[in-house]
């Protein structure tokens, strides 16, 4: 049998759900009905509580600086691309060249 509080949550989360302005007491109250239902919820998952924000963005920022660290890496790898395509297509013309003085 579900308590009042719990139907008075379900009612506010229902109003909220639909668009309707509720009052500061409502909010409150409602938002009090959500830690409620997510304390439930993990007690019937065992869930281990989540990770901090500070442990998130710590983790963030260290993937963006291997992506950063990867970016400037292929950076690096194309401009060796372009001096290699150069010196390439230089050679290729000397060698047309020697191809044309041999024939």
Do not use: C, F
């Not at 639909?18 to 409502?26: A, F, H, S, V």
């Not at 409620?36 to 924000?53: I, M």
């Amino acid at each position: 049998m579900q308590t009042r509080q719990e139907l008075v949550g379900q009612e506010l989360h229902d109003r909220a759900t639909r668009g309707e302005t509720l009052i500061d007491i409502e909010k409150t109250t409602l938002q009090a009905w959500y830690d409620a239902q997510d304390a439930v919820e993990s007690t019937r998952l065992q869930v281990t509580p989540s990770l901090s924000t500070n442990t998130l963005r710590a983790d963030v920022d260290a993937v963006l600086l291997r992506l950063q660290e990867a970016t400037q890496h292929l950076q690096h790898i194309s401009a060796e691309n372009a001096i290699l395509k150069s010196e390439n297509a230089t050679l290729t013309r000397r060698l047309a060249r020697t191809t044309q003085e041999v024939a």
